[in-house]
């Protein structure tokens, strides 16, 4: 009974939908994809290009970093292995693939895998 009372005057007043129609949203749609497009699609995929380009150029002693936080220098790659192998410490090496390479080690700050020290 109480929806009834309340909606009725808004139902009543006969309210016609806003003029224009499709013709008035279709431009109005079609300038927000646009800006979408340029502001966030395209920069992401030229960034996404860049980083693939970058992983097909790895080569042997580049100092990385992975997805998962592992910081290791590149011992072995081969063209057309998915896998590279990064060395953590003297005598540790682990098989990565190359998608987990998140981008290239900071500069070493005395803070480095090599360079750590102790407390």
Same mark, same amino acid.
């Given at each position: 009974?109480?929806?009834?009372?309340?909606?009725?005057?808004?139902?009543? $007043?006969?309210?016609?939908?806003?003029?224009?129609?499709?013709?008035?949203?279709?431009?109005?749609?079609?300038?927000?994809?646009?800006?979408?497009?340029?502001?966030?699609?395209?920069? *992401? *995929?030229?960034?996404?290009?860049? &980083? +693939? $380009?970058?992983?097909?150029?790895?080569?042997?002693? $580049?100092?990385? =970093?992975?997805?998962?936080?592992?910081?290791?220098?590149?011992?072995?790659?081969? $063209?057309?292995?998915?896998?590279?192998?990064?060395?953590? *410490?003297?005598?540790?090496?682990? %098989? =990565?693939? %190359?998608? &987990?390479?998140?981008?290239?080690?900071?500069?070493?700050?005395? +803070?480095?895998?090599?360079? *750590?020290?102790?407390?």
């Amino acid at each position: 009974m109480i929806v009834t009372t309340l909606a009725g005057p808004l139902l009543a $007043d006969g309210a016609a939908p806003p003029a224009g129609g499709l013709m008035g949203t279709l431009p109005m749609l079609l300038v927000m994809f646009g800006i979408f497009y340029f502001l966030l699609i395209r920069p *992401q *995929q030229k960034r996404q290009r860049e &980083h +693939n $380009d970058w992983l097909k150029s790895i080569k042997k002693d $580049d100092e990385v =970093v992975t997805t998962g936080g592992l910081w290791g220098k590149v011992k072995g790659v081969a $063209d057309n292995s998915p896998y590279v192998t990064l060395e953590l *410490q003297e005598k540790v090496r682990v %098989r =990565v693939l %190359r998608s &987990h390479i998140a981008g290239k080690a900071p500069a070493a700050e005395g +803070n480095g895998p090599a360079e *750590q020290k102790t407390a």
